[in-house]
């Protein structure tokens, strides 16, 4: 156990629909990072979120959005899915959002779109 | 903007071979830099790192050194075992303009066989 949790581990859902990814970062770390892991384009950092505050974006996309709640918990909401949305979703924390820091990942949500 | 590149896969070796798997990086800054490790159904672990030139990481029989004149961070393993296969991740961590979020390359699978 890393101390990231990530739920649900799986989600099969239809196109066109909604889901939510929710991420508990290790007791102590501020800093939470979501990843999209897909075959054909690897890992692909989305957003970084720093005690409540957007720190930085990657590629994620406009159906996608994030938050991280006062209890330093971290949502990722995927709208409007569509077939290539599939992959594995990974959230990672860190104690404190610097270069010298490593992160400690969770052991991901997978989602299948149908 | 910040990037890694490592060798295609997959690399397929016998027990006790000795591993090298490529990574080179382009960075504005001096980023820090990493290995990870993704053994099969499971989360990214941290391997090893090192956050300036000339440093070396070393862990569990792997050893990686920041060479910034190369821009490089190659792995190496003396002896490789079985339970080494997995997939290995380069990685940079740079303040720039992905914040301090990880930066990936593509993933080497190492397949080692008994």
């Known amino acids: 156990d890393s101390g990231v949790t990530q739920t649900p581990k799986h989600l099969i859902t239809a196109t066109g629909q909604r889901v939510t990814l929710r991420c508990s970062p290790r007791s102590g770390d501020l800093s939470v990072y979501w990843y999209q892991q897909s075959l054909d384009q690897g890992l692909q950092f989305l957003i970084q979120?720093?005690?409540?505050?957007?720190?930085a974006k990657g590629n994620i996309l406009e159906r996608f959005s994030a938050q991280q709640f006062p209890d330093l918990h971290s949502e990722l909401n995927l709208s409007s899915l569509e077939l290539g949305d599939s992959a594995l979703y990974f959230c990672?924390?860190?104690?404190?959002?610097?270069?010298?820091?490593?992160?400690?990942f969770g052991s991901g949500t997978r989602l299948t779109v149908v | 903007g910040d990037s890694v590149t490592q060798m295609e896969g997959p690399v397929t070796l016998s027990e006790e071979a000795f591993l090298t798997i490529n990574c080179t990086y382009t960075?504005?800054?001096?980023?820090?830099l990493f290995w990870y490790v993704q053994y099969p159904g499971e989360g990214l672990q941290l391997l090893l790192k090192a956050t300036k030139a000339d440093d070396k990481g070393s862990n569990k029989g792997f050893e990686a050194t920041y060479r910034k004149e190369t821009t490089s961070f190659h792995l190496e393993k003396g002896s490789v075992q079985v339970s080494d296969s997995a997939v290995y991740f380069c990685a940079l961590s740079d303040d720039g303009q992905a914040g301090t979020a990880l930066i990936f390359g593509k993933g080497t699978t190492l397949s080692v066989s008994s």
């Open positions: 990672a924390s860190s104690a404190q959002p610097g270069q010298n820091y490593g992160y400690t």
């Open positions: 960075a504005t800054g001096y980023p820090s």
């Open positions: 979120y720093y005690n409540g505050e957007e720190r």
